[in-house]
């Protein structure tokens, strides 16, 4: 085990920031489905609220990735202190999310039908009618969504965290606050009437115009750690968009296949029983608060071996590894212990529930559990090791071998052919979870995981 203090400190200093902002961010959409699970006793608006955010969630790992993928290249050049290329891979990473941003509302303008057929089948009008009323409001916070996710992204490769916690929090005071005047109309007397799933999207919308406006502001007019102007951002190399493409762009389209994958789940899901829908929308929250901090962690653990490789200290990058493993196992078994202590408690938030959706969603959420502990470890060799040592297009090749030819055709299989329980669906959504944790723990013994990707000035220039 490390024995630096630093070590710790820097992952702590860098992970405990992004996991209460990722916590709020979900207790937002959770506030959001609790709101949205009171407007009908059939329980329409929050199936259809879910399967939508199905394809958010889709376009939201999009940006991630693009973000993940330039983390590695920046945790390492922040290894040798080289603010000029961290600049001008921000202006990469800023240009790509925004312009797929901009795509992708055009698309959902277009034909929000159409995508939503994804998820949701097409004898399933009703639900259908709500979706899309959602959809096509919500679409709009995507563009804000992916320019400050970029930068917030950008600015924890080099340490910079404070603003991470003050978006948060004002992205969950403003959301709650006007879903709950939009959702139920609290403020009919003046004239805003209650507007049901238009006032949640719409909400959404607004909360993510006001974080964008605070994380631009923190990024080119308070932080200091990097000086950076909003004209830099114009500025483009092309050497760096082919180092980007190499070894930033497999994160991106590692994340991006996984979130491909989550949407055509979500298209068996959404064939299925309407009660095993709002339960597995439950569980999927849940599952989603219980890792929060496992790739908070992960986070850190990037950086500061991403620091490590970029410094060219492979011993301390091996050192480091060690420690993040054991730190990581320990911490995903006291995850599964709570997540199965509280999931009665938090199935009982969704007080509307039927017995059927709550004794489902219970009992999807101890099945859950139980893959959290491999789900903890893997993160922290895929999304931090491996990734910040620059191994990131093996993680990809890893998740799309078990996303496309195991995790995939058992669903389907479970669901279609031989008509499984929900639970047994639900947990070969998960079934890779189970295993891939011996796939990392392989990769790890070795030193093939280790690649330098920063050039020197004159490589740079060549």
Known sequence: ??????????????????????????????????????????????????????????????????????????????????????????????????????????????????????????????????????????????????????????????????????????????????????????????????????????????????????????TFRVQKRLDITPRELRIHEKWLWRDYARYGLPVGIGDTQWALIGILKAVIIGRLAQEFIAANSITNTMMNLGTVFSFALSGGACVVVGKAVGSKEYGKARAYSNTIQVMFLCFGVLTAGIVILLRGPFVALYGESTPEVSRLAQLMIFVGALTLIGTTYHASCFVGINRGAGDGRFVMIVDMICGWLIVLPATLLAAFYFKWPPEIIFLCTRIDQCFKWIIAFMRLRGNKWIRNVTREAAEASA
């Open 1 to 218: 085990m490390v024995r630096e203090k630093e070590f710790y400190r820097s992952i702590l200093r860098i992970a405990l920031p992004s996991a209460l902002q990722s916590l709020i961010g979900l207790l937002v959409v959770t506030a959001d489905d609790v709101m949205v699970s009171s407007l009908d006793a059939e329980k329409l608006a929050m199936s259809a609220v879910a399967q939508t955010n199905a394809i958010t969630a889709f376009f939201s790992s999009i940006i991630l990735g693009l973000t993940s993928g330039a983390s590695v290249l920046i945790a390492q050049y922040w290894g040798k202190q080289d603010t000029v290329r961290i600049k001008r891979v921000f202006s990469i990473v800023v240009a790509l999310c925004g312009a797929i941003s901009v795509i992708t509302v055009l698309l959902v303008s277009l034909f929000p039908e159409l995508l939503l057929r994804v998820t949701i089948s097409g004898d399933k009008t009703d639900m259908m009618d709500v979706a899309r009323a959602y959809f096509v409001i919500v679409c709009f916070s995507y563009i804000p969504y992916a320019i400050s996710t970029a930068l917030v992204g950008m600015l924890r490769s080099v340490e910079v965290v404070g603003i991470t916690l003050i978006t948060s929090i004002l992205s969950l005071f403003t959301n709650v606050t006007l879903n709950w005047v939009l959702i139920f109309g609290k403020l009919d007397f003046i004239g805003i009437p209650a507007m049901g799933v238009r006032g949640a999207a719409l909400a959404t919308v607004i909360a993510r115009v006001v974080e964008l406006a605070v994380v631009w502001h923190y």
